[in-house]
């Protein structure tokens, strides 16, 4: 057998066929047991897994593995995030119904994953876009309309020409749709609102309890929504305007005396009151309505204005007067819809000065500049200081002025002090086919009335056609013809389908109880969540997320949770990156179209033409360079693919892909088969605990390894356990070709506990070796080894020496080294002596274990 390669074909069907037969991954019942609950963010079921899947899954199937291993309950499911727009983008490429090619990519990817061996409840597998999913979520969604917490109003959107839908703000990139690449425009549509802002206070409060999440992702959460404190002041107009005054929202009401002009949206009433009688007017709003309303495009394009010649007072200096523009950099959705720009400290306000030569009069001294010399430029300065050249403000602080300010509106009765938010309620109409249908009937009579709940689902009709852009639904003959359910009347279903957001806002929850004739089943949910463990990519960080606690509060408002969160920890996982690769006449190359010369030029397999190549970037199809997890798992495997994505590097970090990469992974995964293999005639019987003095080195690296890769596992430093694992193959290597003199006792238990290590990583490979070593049960349902305290514990200690809490040193002892005799040796040490100076010691701190620190 020591002769033989290890052949992960045959291994990793026979032991995913086992597994299966064994149901071992299905969530158990017992309540009793501790739960854990981990989840990797699902699938768009676009037909094909990448390099980004196979990460993302592997690093959740080990900690799904490892809970389970250490005696958890654990629930560990998937599904698919399977409406939206590429669905019906692939209807009209390919003349295919979008259920259908849905399905079918559904199925292809089912199969792909379960190639990986991931320790999946299949059991549990859900689909957005089945109607039993669906109808809860209708429900669900008219429990929040009674509850409130839903409403319908005219909206400027960004409308893709192209695609013939809404697009979010972070779906419109560079001013164009992010899948049509059309220009998007803005239109005015009635549109579905979650009221999200009803929950701003709680959500921001909320990040801070969410200890296990990424520092970065909770700011960004937090600057999502964006609680600021600032004033609503009255700019009075001065004679001639539509209107008495123009209601403007600031956060920097202490820099009011720098004010140089007031600008409005162009949709703002008092544009459209002045565009009737300006053509040209009428013309600058059109081209404004052509930007994108996400505040990074504003940032991006070209401040314009159109000087409407009207004036306003200021609110401290009545007899001073501002300009008023309309301006393409402010919108309705935002605040007021009209701000007053301070040049000097604001640079998008500094850019349109500059460009219609207004005045910029710098109101913030930074600290140590001269007030006599002080000016701004090309940059303006946004940082704190000293207000001056600002009458009663003069001399205070950016935050005492800001209250002074306020309180001088108040007392002008000009305005009041506010508190705002940068989050803007949810959007979630989509004038799209392949989405839920919004369950509700439009009645001339009665208004907006809710589909009765014996009615659902509203199910979207087969029969549609794709040959003409825009909503199927809006244009079927019958589809949306209904009666209304409260007068009996000709009514109309409402057309538009929800964002798909909204299906993975809630099916953490619905994996709880799939099956259950109700959203989900009330004890399962209370047992099973929050989510322990959630993984995904960054990308996910502030919409899905963000959208997923407000759909948390909003259940519990409706009766439907009692939880606060939805997930207790989050991880977010880097990119798979790759080198790309382009053939002499500009063309982008697959890595599998790409091989080396003789003499080791980069050449396309195919011609022998040169090839060069580029940097190394994020997979992709439109630079191909991708690498098909398939070609890999059929090559090396699915546990060495796992096994090389969780080695190479930090699990939050990028992983760059190379062919070296996976070969050593490769070749780790034949060394731990020889291994196990090559020492079957030395070893004892299972269950020998015959050990010997001759076996304490070995025993001791076995059971700090168990120490060790259980705590690497537990901190998700994937790449930590691995190193320790290569470490200790050596130490079990030696062992098992008799170089060592270890018993077989001792043996035995090294080579069983390294199998048990990897496990979780090389569920295949582990499965294989256990049972060449005799189990009789499968590993998947063996507990995870426990180490003997008195041989994990470290023999010698480091211990950091400081004085004045200064590091000086270090002391390498044994751990039983007593208080005293640290002392003197820290004393010992030459530069605590330089450090001390002769000076007396007054005091000296022990941490056990770490730390001597002497006062001098």
Request: hydrophobic residues 40%; contains cysteine.
């Amino acid at each position: 057998m020591s002769n033989e390669r290890y052949n992960p074909r045959s291994a990793e069907v026979k032991w995913q066929a086992a597994w299966e037969a064994a149901d071992a991954f299905r969530a158990g019942d017992d309540k009793s047991k501790p739960k854990y609950y981990v989840l990797e963010m699902f699938p768009y079921p676009s037909g094909r897994i990448h390099m980004g899947h196979v990460r993302n899954y592997a690093m959740g199937d080990v900690v799904a593995r490892y809970k389970r291993a250490r005696g958890y309950n654990v629930l560990h499911p998937m599904g698919w995030d399977a409406f939206g727009m590429p669905a019906e983008n692939a209807a009209m490429e390919r003349k295919v119904h979008p259920a259908d090619w849905t399905y079918k990519n559904i199925d292809a990817m089912r199969t792909q994953l379960k190639s990986m061996g991931l320790s999946l409840d299949w059991s549990r597998e859900i689909a957005t876009c089945h109607p039993e999913y669906y109808r809860h979520e209708q429900k669900l969604f008219l429990d929040f309309l009674k509850a409130g917490l839903v409403y319908r109003k005219e909206s400027w959107v960004n409308w893709d020409p192209v695609d013939n839908t809404v697009l979010a703000n972070e779906q419109v990139i560079d001013g164009r749709g992010w899948r049509s690449g059309a220009v998007v425009e803005r239109r005015k549509l009635s549109q579905w609102f979650l009221k999200i802002t009803a929950f701003a206070d709680e959500l921001k409060e909320g990040l801070e309890t969410l200890d296990r999440w990424p520092p970065k992702v909770r700011l960004m959460q937090e600057n999502w929504i964006g609680k600021s404190e600032g004033a609503n002041l009255s700019f009075k107009f001065k004679g001639g305007a539509p209107a008495d005054s123009v209601e403007v929202y600031t956060t920097r009401p202490d820099t009011l005396f720098g004010a140089a002009f007031v600008a409005i949206a162009a949709d703002h009433p008092v544009a459209a009151a002045l565009a009737k009688a300006d053509p040209v007017l009428t013309k600058f709003i059109e081209e404004c309505r052509k930007g994108g309303t996400s505040q990074e495009e504003i940032e991006r394009a070209e401040k314009l204005g159109f000087d409407t010649g009207l004036e306003v007072q200021h609110p401290f200096l009545p007899e001073e007067t501002l300009p008023v523009y309309v301006a393409n950099f402010v919108l309705m959705e935002y605040g007021t819809g009209a701000i007053f720009g301070c040049p000097a400290h604001d640079q998008r306000d500094l850019d349109f000065a500059r460009k219609y030569g207004l005045e910029v009069t710098p109101v913030v001294l930074p600290p140590g500049a001269d007030p006599a010399t002080f000016d701004v430029e090309t940059e303006a300065y946004t940082g704190d200081g000293t207000i001056y050249h600002s009458d009663f403000l003069n001399g205070l602080g950016v935050v005492e002025a800001k209250s002074a300010a306020i309180a001088r509106i108040e007392e002008l009765q000009a305005g009041k002090g506010t508190t705002t938010y940068r989050l803007r309620d949810w959007g979630v109409s989509r004038q799209r086919y392949w989405g839920a249908p919004i369950p509700v009937i439009h009645c001339a009579t009665c208004d907006i009335v809710p589909v009765p709940a014996d009615q659902l689902p509203v199910t979207l009709p087969d029969d549609v056609t794709f040959d003409v852009p825009g909503n199927p639904l809006d244009r079927h003959p019958t589809w949306k013809h209904v009666t209304c359910p409260q007068c009996g009347g000709e009514a109309r279903r409402e057309t538009d389908t929800f964002d798909t957001f909204i299906d993975s806002s809630w099916y953490f929850a619905r994996f709880c109880s799939p099956r259950s004739d109700a959203p989900f089943d009330r004890d399962a949910v209370d047992y099973w969540l929050p989510v322990d463990q959630y993984i995904g990519g960054i990308e996910h960080a502030i919409l899905h997320l963000l959208y997923s606690r407000f759909f948390v509060r909003a259940l519990q408002v409706t009766g439907h949770l009692g939880i606060a969160e939805p997930f207790a920890g989050l991880f977010t996982q880097g990119m798979v990156n790759h080198e790309t690769y382009k053939s002499a006449d500009g063309e982008w190359l697959t890595p599998a179209e790409v091989g080396k010369s003789e003499s080791g030029a980069l050449v396309r397999l195919a011609t022998g033409e040169a090839v060069t190549s580029g940097r190394v970037e994020k997979m992709s199809k439109s630079k191909k360079n991708v690498v098909d997890p398939d070609d890999i798992i059929d090559r090396y495997g699915a546990d060495t693919a796992r096994w090389f994505m969780l080695s190479d590097s930090p699990p939050e970090r990028d992983l760059e892909w190379t062919e070296g990469g996976i070969e050593g992974a490769w070749r780790f995964t034949q060394r731990l088969w020889r291994m196990v293999t090559e020492a079957m005639g030395r070893l004892g019987p299972v269950g020998d605990s015959a050990y010997g003095p001759e076996d304490a080195p070995l025993r001791r690296a076995t059971h700090k390894t168990i120490v060790g890769v259980t705590a690497d596992i537990e901190a998700f430093h994937f790449n930590k356990a691995v190193a320790r694992l290569y470490e200790f193959a050596n130490a079990a290597q030696d062992a098992a070709l008799g170089k060592t003199g270890a018993s077989p006792a001792a043996t035995r238990e090294a080579l069983e506990t390294i199998v048990q290590l990897v496990a979780p990583m090389m569920p295949h490979l582990a499965e294989e070796l256990w049972s060449l070593l005799g189990a009789k049960t499968l590993l998947t349902a063996t507990p995870w080894p426990v180490a003997d305290p008195a041989l994990s514990a470290d023999d010698e200690i480091t211990i950091a020496v400081q004085v004045q809490g200064k590091l000086r040193g270090t002391l390498l002892v044994p751990a039983a080294t007593d208080r005293e005799t640290l002392e003197k040796l820290a004393l010992d040490l030459d530069p605590v002596q330089k450090a001390i100076d002769g000076r007396p010691v007054r005091k000296v701190i022990v941490v056990p274990g770490r730390i001597v620190n002497l006062v001098v």
